[in-house]
């Protein structure tokens, strides 16, 4: 399984929005795969809505694959996600809340 990583312990502030950089994916000969959204140091209360995105070439308009809240220190997964040739995740922080992200993604 290939795994990349599209945020590695990026730190989301309260009322903040972070992107991590476009990730190129060799596409396998299976285009499924698993996402894993993992949150650290949180702190406060609310959610951290966490996206892993992905499109077919950079001229068009990203699409969201899976969708998290994470609101603790805790790991999610998603099974059988759409894998893209390009691939970014993002997060965004309620007002009361901040954390640590990591996502990864496999294939």
Known sequence: MLVKTLMDGVAVAASATETGSTVLFHMPKSNRGIASMRCTSYTGTGNLVTKVEGRLSSSMEWVTVASKNLDA????????????????ATCTAAAGCSGTITVQVGG
């Open 73 to 88: 220190n805790e790991t999610l997964n998603s099974d059988d996600i759409q894998l893209y040739p390009e691939m970014r």
